[in-house]
C-alpha cells in the first residue's frame, strides 16, 4: 500500500483529495450494503412471521388430533374424593365408597450397636424375599449401620435403608435401628428381610429378622380398596397399589384422602365445554396473530400533500409479495370456509370481520356444545385440522413455502455479501494506485519549486546595467 505524507513537496492535502475520491468510488459499494441490510430486515421479518406460523400448525395439529377435543371433567360429592378425566372417558355418574387407603409397608429392626457377624467373623448377610418370592441377597462391607444401610440402598432390592438413632446400652454405647421401606406401595411392595443368605432363608435355617426382640412391622403394606354399587347385590370390590383407582371407568381417575374412608361419594363425569373453548380461543388468537404480522407488513402508508391529497405511497415489506398473500389466503379461507356437512364456522363462534380477522364468541360455542357436543367437536376438529394444514404447507421446515422464500433472501444476502467482499479489494487497489499517483504528482511539483527557487536565485544574482553604462 503506497504511504503519503502530505504535500510535503506541493503542499496539497493528498489524504484529503484520496478520500474524497474514495467515498465517490465507493458508492457502488455502498448501494450493495444497503441492498444487502434490507434483506437482512426482510429475512427478520420472514422469520417472525415463520414463528408464528409454526405455531399455529402445532396448536391446529393438537386440536385435530383424534381425541383433541373430547375433553371432559370430573367431581366428586365428598371433599376427600378427587377425580381426573381424560380423552377416553365418557360421560355419566357412578357411586364409590372407599374402605381402606393404600399403605406402604415400613419395618424397623431391634435396637443394634453393630450389626452380626457370623462363626467366621464375617457380617451376617441379609436376604429380601418380596411379595413373589423373588430373593435378594446383601452382603455389608462391614458391620457399620451405616454399611449395611449403603449395601441394601445399592441392592436394588424391595426396600430401601435408614439409619436411625435408638438411644444407648447399658455401657453407653450408642444404639441404632435399621428401618426398611418398601420401594413400593401397597400390598405388591410387601416384603420380608431374615438374616442369612438365599440357600439359608430357602432352607430354613435363616432368621426373619422382625422374629427379633424389639423389631416390629411399624406399617404393613395394603392396597386401597373401595366398593362399587355398595350394599346391593351387585357389591363390587376394586383395589389399588396407590390411593388413586383407575380402571374403574375409561379415562376416569379417583384418588382418595383418609377423609373420604367409610363415605359413599358420587364422580360425574362431563364434557369440559370451558376446556374446549380454550382451545377453539387460542386457535382464534394463533390465526389472527399470522394474519395480523402479514397485515402489518403489507400495509401501504400514504402522505398527504400540501393540497389535502396523496403526495406518496410507500409499501410494507411484504407488500406485494405473491407467496405471502396466497399464505395469508390460505389460512383465512382455512379458518372460514364451511365444513363439509355445510356448518358455518359463526355457528360455532368462528365469526370473520371486515378486516379480515377473525372473533371468537365463547357464548355461541357453548351453546353450540349444549345442543349438539359430538357434531359441535366435529366441525371444529375439521376446522383445525385445514389451518393446521395450511400453517404447515408455508412453515414445513424446507418444503414450506416461508422457509422456500427465507431460503431464496438468504441466497441474495449471500451473493451481495460475496461482492461487497470483491469491492473491498476493489477499493483497496484503487486507494493504492491514487496515494501512488499523487505522491509522484507531488513530488514532480516538489522539484519544479525547487528548480523555480534556483532559477529565481540566479536571476536574482545577475549583474544590473543602467542606460548609461559604457
Do not use: C
Request: avoid cysteine; hydrophobic fraction near 45%.
Amino acid at each position: 500500500m503506497a504511504v503519503s505524507v502530505n504535500g510535503l513537496g506541493s503542499g496539497l492535502d493528498i489524504t484529503s483529495i484520496v478520500n474524497s475520491l474514495m467515498a465517490v468510488e465507493a458508492l457502488p459499494q455502498q448501494q450493495l450494503k444497503q441492498a444487502q441490510s434490507q434483506q437482512e430486515t426482510l429475512m427478520g421479518v420472514l422469520r417472525t412471521l415463520n414463528t408464528k406460523t409454526a405455531a399455529l400448525a402445532t396448536l391446529a395439529t393438537k386440536a385435530a388430533a383424534p381425541g383433541g377435543l373430547d375433553l371432559f371433567t370430573a367431581t366428586t360429592s365428598t371433599g376427600g374424593l378427587t377425580a381426573s378425566a381424560g380423552a377416553s372417558a365418557t360421560a355419566g355418574t357412578f357411586d364409590l365408597t372407599v374402605t381402606q387407603l393404600a399403605r406402604t409397608q415400613v419395618a424397623v429392626s431391634a435396637p443394634l450397636a453393630a450389626w452380626p457377624t457370623d462363626p467366621g467373623g464375617a457380617p451376617v448377610p441379609l436376604t429380601f424375599l418380596d411379595a413373589s418370592g423373588a430373593a435378594t441377597e446383601v452382603t455389608p462391607a462391614s458391620t457399620s449401620i451405616d454399611d449395611v444401610v449403603a449395601a441394601v440402598n445399592a441392592s436394588g432390592g424391595p426396600a430401601k435403608a435408614l439409619k436411625v438413632s435408638a438411644g444407648t446400652d447399658a455401657g453407653g454405647a450408642p444404639l441404632y435401628r435399621l428401618q426398611l421401606t418398601a420401594t413400593r406401595s401397597g400390598a405388591s411392595g410387601a416384603f420380608s428381610v431374615h438374616e442369612g443368605t438365599a440357600a439359608q432363608v430357602s432352607s430354613g435355617t435363616a432368621t426373619d429378622l422382625m422374629s427379633r426382640p424389639g423389631s416390629a412391622v411399624v406399617s404393613p403394606a395394603q392396597d386401597a380398596k373401595a366398593l362399587l354399587y355398595a350394599g346391593t347385590a351387585a357389591e363390587q370390590v376394586v383395589t389399588s397399589a396407590t390411593n388413586t383407582f383407575t380402571g374403574i371407568v375409561p379415562g376416569v381417575a379417583v384418588t382418595a384422602t383418609a377423609a373420604a374412608v367409610g363415605v359413599a361419594s358420587t364422580v360425574t363425569v362431563s364434557g369440559d365445554t370451558a376446556g374446549i373453548a380454550k382451545q377453539a380461543g387460542d386457535l382464534v388468537s394463533a390465526v389472527n396473530d399470522v394474519l395480523g404480522a402479514i397485515s402489518d407488513n403489507a400495509r401501504v402508508t400514504t402522505t398527504a400533500g400540501s393540497g389535502g391529497g396523496v403526495s406518496a405511497a410507500r409499501g410494507g415489506l411484504l407488500t406485494g409479495d405473491s407467496t405471502i398473500r396466497r399464505i395469508a389466503a390460505a389460512v383465512t379461507d382455512a379458518a372460514y370456509r364451511p365444513t363439509s356437512d355445510g356448518r358455518s364456522p359463526s355457528q360455532i363462534g368462528l365469526v370473520i370481520q371486515r378486516d379480515g380477522s377473525i372473533t371468537f364468541d365463547k357464548d355461541v360455542l357453548t351453546a353450540a356444545l349444549s345442543a349438539d357436543a359430538d357434531a359441535t367437536r366435529a366441525a371444529l376438529s375439521e376446522i383445525a385440522g385445514r389451518v393446521a394444514a395450511a400453517a404447515k404447507d408455508a412453515s414445513a421446515p424446507v418444503s414450506g413455502s416461508l422457509s422456500q422464500l427465507i431460503a431464496g433472501r438468504q441466497s441474495v444476502s449471500d451473493d451481495l455479501g460475496t461482492r461487497i467482499a470483491t469491492w473491498d479489494q476493489r477499493l483497496a487497489d484503487r486507494r493504492t494506485a491514487l496515494l501512488a499517483i499523487y505522491n509522484a504528482m507531488d513530488t514532480a511539483l516538489g522539484t519544479l519549486k525547487s528548480q523555480q527557487s534556483w532559477l529565481t536565485s540566479q536571476i536574482a544574482g545577475l549583474p544590473s546595467f543602467s542606460q548609461n553604462s559604457k
